[in-house]
Structure formats: C-alpha cells, structure tokens
C-alpha cells in the first residue's frame, strides 16, 4: 500500500479534471487528511477485495483506493461530457502501470441494460464487496446504480456527494440501505461529505 504523498505523487500523471475532484481543487492535487482517515476506517471494516466503482473520471478517486487498499477495482464511467474516452484510456494506463493487472475501465452508462450486463458479466471473476458511487448525480442514476449494487449483493455502499446531493440523499432512502457514517469535508477546496451504508438484504 502507498502512503499520502506517494499517491499525491501520481496524480499528475493523471487527465487535468474538467470539474473539481476528490482530490482537486481547480489548482493543486491534495488528498486531505479526512479523505484517507475515511478509507482507512472503511477498508478496515470491509476489508475489501474487488471493489466496483460508478463515475471513473480522471481516475483521482480509484487511485486513492488502489492506493489505500490490496483491492481490485472495476470502474464504470459513460465517457461524455466530463470525461471523454481518451481520459479514461490515460486512466486505465497509468493506474495498471501503478497498480499492475488491479484496474479495470468500463466505458459505458451505468444505467443501461448493455453496461449492467457488462458488469454482471465482470463480477463473476470479480465478488464486488464494496461500491463507490460517484457518476450522475440525479435521483434515476443514482438509484439505479444503488439497485445494481444490491442485485450484485454488495454489501458495502458509499455515496459520494451525499452531504451536499439531495437527490442522491432521496435515493439512499429509498432503497434498502442502513447508513452506517456521514463523513464530513472529504473533498479538497469544498465541503463535500460521502455517505457509507451498508446492505439491509445481506445479513
């Protein structure tokens, strides 16, 4: 596992965010102290193996948990708008560069049947124990990325944005979901919370 500054080290390598980051705050590449005590505390609990990531962007987020963990992560993101193809190519290069054969990057949108299959497909080489959500933060993909969640049955569920994302708030409620911890200030240059729930249906 990497410390803070090592993993600091390798943002650059990274695609520059075409909006603000876990870890960007529009002029410098800072984990805050919050962050990693966040993961820390989680990955201590869930112990993950296989993690499933919604909403790659740049890769900031995967490369603290790879960073943090001895987990695999499979990452969805739609390719559009605030990340094109050719940033999640970089992503997928540098992170199996950094973290070899523990990466995996899915372009596709994480609410279609083609992309849900994709994953289905994925998870049988890959248990998923452990799922960030972090892609679009309206009430209909965050709800269908939670539902996706728990027809994989994982067991661990963190919301990104959840302090600050109403509808990401309505959909966390609306589903079978114990929160477990708001974490406070976790974004670098904002104060910006994540949601940690852990799966009703799994005993």
Not at 27 to 40: A, G, H, L, T
Request: hydrophobic share 35%; charged share 25%; proline share 3%.
């Amino acid at each position: 596992m990497l410390n803070k500054q090592e993993i600091e080290s390798h943002f650059s390598k990274l695609s520059p965010p075409r909006v603000g980051s876990i870890a960007f705050n529009g002029s410098e590449y800072i984990i805050k102290d919050s962050c990693i005590e966040m993961f820390q505390e989680i990955f201590g609990l869930v112990k993950p193996k296989n993690i499933l990531e919604i909403g790659t962007h740049m890769g900031h987020s995967s490369l603290i948990m790879l960073g943090l963990s001895e987990s695999s992560i499979v990452s969805v993101d739609i390719g559009q708008e605030w990340c094109g193809q050719d940033n999640l190519a970089v992503a997928q290069k540098v992170l199996d560069e950094v973290f070899p054969n523990r990466f995996l990057s899915i372009c596709g949108d994480s609410n279609s049947d083609e992309t849900i299959n994709r994953v289905k497909e994925v998870s049988k080489n890959y248990k998923f124990d452990f799922i960030f959500i972090d892609g679009n933060h309206t009430y209909k993909y965050c709800k269908k990325d939670i539902d996706t969640a728990i027809e994989l049955n994982i067991p661990y569920i963190a919301i990104d944005d959840y302090t600050t994302c109403e509808d990401m708030r309505l959909a966390a409620k609306d589903s079978p979901l114990e929160l477990i911890k708001i974490y406070e200030n976790i974004h670098n240059g904002c104060n910006i919370g994540i949601g940690f729930f852990k799966n009703k249906l799994i005993g």
